[in-house]
């Protein structure tokens, strides 16, 4: 049986990588991918505390399931913000949206 | 080790590879696609949890319908996608060393827990995980309210996305 700290150790990697994306990036979608790989080591997180603690509580799936509701509206949301940026300023690099930058 | 750890490592290292190219490929449609297998990775590790439902979902929600998303919204930027300047931003170091101190604090973190290297004990017999997380979601002693506030929300984003994505101009012409 795998251990759990195989699992923490993947989470954390797996969030150190979507981190270096979201802060290295400059394309707004790479960096929404970047917040995507982030949410998904959240997720593993969730689901192995489940089944590694008392598995009759539902706490940790219930709570990913949320998760993946808040990452579909954070998805479609920003998707759009960016469409609507690249229309008004023919922009998808983050730098370069800066009319609230004085 | 027995094979369930040689698949945990075997998967680990497929998701792991393909979240880095997803940080660093240059072309966008090619980080989309490895974040499709990114996903296809975790959904693997939710199996080996046991948490089926979670992994169906995870294949149906991110990959049939998140990842699609992305694709769409490169194609539709795909005039300024400047496959050929820099990809990264000039503090790009500065994130790389953002990200290795929070993966070394996680894991100094984690090594002081107690249950950090504990193992799983087996389901008890009969244990049926994904009727109880349907009971959990619907029962009013459970998490009936964050379950129809995530679905107010996704309204709310519905609603929205439509109202910031939607062209005014292209509205006008059609009238």
């Keep these: ?102 | 080790m027995t094979a369930q750890q040689i698949i945990f490592l075997f998967v680990a290292l497929f998701t792991l590879i393909s979240a880095v190219m997803v940080v660093t490929t240059r072309n966008l449609v090619h980080a989309a696609l490895w974040l499709v297998s990114t996903l296809f990775g975790v959904a693997v590790v939710y199996a080996l949890l046991n948490a089926n439902f979670i992994a169906v979902v995870q294949v149906v929600v991110y990959i049939g319908a998140i990842a699609i998303l992305f694709i769409f919204a490169v194609m539709l930027t795909r005039r300024d996608m400047r496959d050929t300047g820099p990809q990264m931003n000039k503090n790009w170091w500065a994130g790389a060393l953002v990200a290795a101190l929070t993966f070394a604090g996680l894991v100094s973190l984690l090594q002081e827990w107690s249950g950090f290297s504990k193992t799983a004990s087996d389901f008890p017999s009969g244990f049926d995980a994904m009727g109880l997380l349907g009971e959990a979601l619907v029962s009013p002693d459970a998490y009936v309210l964050p379950f129809e506030v995530a679905s107010v929300l996704l309204l709310a984003a519905l609603v929205g996305a439509v109202y910031v994505a939607f062209n005014p101009r292209s509205g006008d012409s059609q009238k």
């Design chain 1, 1 to 102: 049986m795998v251990p759990l700290s195989w699992y923490l150790i993947l989470a954390a990697l797996l969030f150190s990588i979507g981190l270096f994306g979201v802060l290295a990036r400059r394309n707004i979608i790479a960096i929404l991918l970047g917040v995507e790989l982030m949410l998904n080591a959240v997720n593993i997180n969730l689901v192995s505390f489940w089944r590694y603690s008392d598995v009759f509580s539902m706490g940790g799936q219930v709570f990913s399931i949320i998760v993946f509701a808040v990452a579909a509206a954070e998805v479609s949301v920003g998707l759009a913000l960016v469409i609507s940026v690249y229309r008004r300023r023919n922009t998808v690099i983050a730098d370069e949206v800066d009319m609230l930058k004085w």
